[in-house]
């Protein structure tokens, strides 16, 4: 982020009108990262907490316990000991909240009235800062959390995306198992819980979102007496990307499913490495999935899938390009060497028109600026894009999807698709052989 004379103790300000919306950014002494965004459609505001941390960032021994981790949060702390007191505050100023915990980044969110916004600001910081992982509780939140794991696991769509996943990461794949493996989960402590806390809960790893019905002066006057006494620790991880396989592999399940599913998975770019192709591909992935695409018309038109779909996941440590089908078995090999022959495609000029790019950045745009008509969706969404990335991708990001090129995406395909090292995972009724 450009770096613009200091103000108070802040390190860099930036004010003004960003993504439509009235926008301020500092950062405090202590390198905690702050984004006010105002938006006074309903007299309401909401805080978020989000940490560079999740999934990525786990051991072999600490995996899953991001997510255990999460839910302790909301278990009690030095001001408000007890669950008990803890919710009776909740319910005292009228809070929803949630946290989610994915690869890159875990999130804690409160909407609360805008009228208690000190008041939120203070509550927040609390749980944040001063966590008391009660054994007893932390007891009771792992069977929640094995609940939740077995809960997916008795999904066969479920089993087959994680099995497919597992396959392309091989030994690596803890990394990006977010719901874990059990033996870390139960074998958790609160000696872990707080080396965590140590490592990765600290202001230099964290930005604070706060959006909605705001004033910026009052708010950051707020933060900053409420939020400063957060101790600097010098502490930001980074990693090296998740390795994944070098060579194509095939993952054939058969479940109690009625039809058949297939799922391509393929290494997309990183921000940070290969930024600029992460506009790229978000640009790919819009052209495919709109209605009347070529992509649709070749899979799902010609009755080959009754439903086809492309993705690109943005991530730091290990972006994700995927393809998923439904259909019927008889459908599944004749589909698979029609994929193969589209990406060929894919890949050559004039394959993708000046009217598919046109059309895709132009419904881009009006999905970035829907997507900030709800405060608190707006900053949930905020939060995953400035953990993942940074604010100022984010600010910008606009700008670069409409640099994006005809030959920039037939570039994508060669690098990323093109005989390319992927995992090709099919799931078959069980009772369909071979």
């Known amino acids: 982020m450009k770096k613009l004379p200091m103000l108070g103790i802040a390190v860099g300000l930036w004010i003004g009108i960003a993504s439509g919306l009235p926008t301020r950014t500092f950062t405090l002494d202590n390198g905690l990262q702050v984004i006010l965004v105002q938006n006074r459609i309903a007299p309401l505001v909401t805080i978020v907490t989000a940490f560079h941390a999740g999934g990525t960032y786990e051991t072999p021994v600490s995996n899953g316990v991001f997510h255990l981790y999460e839910h302790m949060l909301f278990k009690g ?14 319910r005292e100023l009228g809070i929803v909240f949630n946290g989610s915990t994915s690869t890159e980044r875990v999130e804690y969110h409160y909407t609360l009235p805008s009228s208690l916004l000190n008041e939120g600001l203070e509550f927040m910081r609390d749980a944040i800062l001063y966590p008391l992982f009660d054994e007893k509780e932390l007891e009771n939140e792992k069977t929640v959390v094995l609940d939740e ?3 997916d696991f008795s999904n066969p769509y479920y089993i087959f995306s994680h099995a497919v996943s597992e396959a392309f990461y091989g030994k690596y794949f803890y990394r ?8 870390a989960i139960r074998g958790a402590t609160r000696d872990l819980l707080l080396q965590i806390q140590r490592d990765f809960y600290n202001p230099e790893n964290c930005i604070l979102i706060v959006a909605g019905d705001l004033d910026f002066d009052q708010a950051e006057k707020a933060i900053r007496a409420l939020w400063s006494v957060w101790g600097k620790t010098g502490k930001r991880p980074e990693l ?3 390795p994944h396989i070098q060579t194509t592999k095939e993952v054939i399940l058969h479940l109690p499913v009625q039809t058949a599913s297939i799922r391509y998975l393929y290494a997309g770019p990183n921000v940070g490495k290969q930024t600029e192709d992460t506009y790229v591909g978000d640009v790919l992935g819009t052209i495919m999935n709109m209605p009347g695409s070529r992509f649709l ?12 779909s492309f993705g690109y996941y943005t991530q730091r440590y290990g972006g994700e390009i995927s393809f998923s089908f439904e259909t019927s078995p008889e459908k599944v090999t004749p589909l698979r060497k029609r994929l193969d022959l589209f990406i060929k495609e894919m890949s050559q000029p004039g394959f993708f028109t000046e009217e598919d ?7 881009m745009e009006i999905d970035y600026y829907k997507e900030q008509e709800t405060a608190s969706r707006y900053a949930i969404s905020l939060s995953f894009w400035v953990t993942i990335a940074d ?7 606009l700008d670069h999807v409409r640099q994006v090129t005809l030959e920039d995406l037939q570039r994508f395909v060669k690098t ?4 390319q090292p992927h995992v090709e995972g099919v799931l078959l009724p069980e009772e369909v052989q071979g």
């Open 176 to 183: 990006k198992n977010v719901i874990g493996d059990t033996s």
């Open 297 to 308: 018309s070749v899979f799902v038109d010609s009755g080959l899938a009754s439903r086809a």
């Open 77 to 90: 702390n030095k001001t408000y000991p007890t669950q008990l007191a803890y919710m009776k505050r909740l």
């Open 240 to 242: 090296p990307i998740v």
């Open 416 to 419: 990323y698709l093109l005989n």
């Open 357 to 363: 790019l046109e059309k895709a950045k132009q419904a």
């Open 391 to 397: 604010w100022e991708y984010y600010r910008t990001y």
């Open 149 to 151: 794991y077995h809960r």
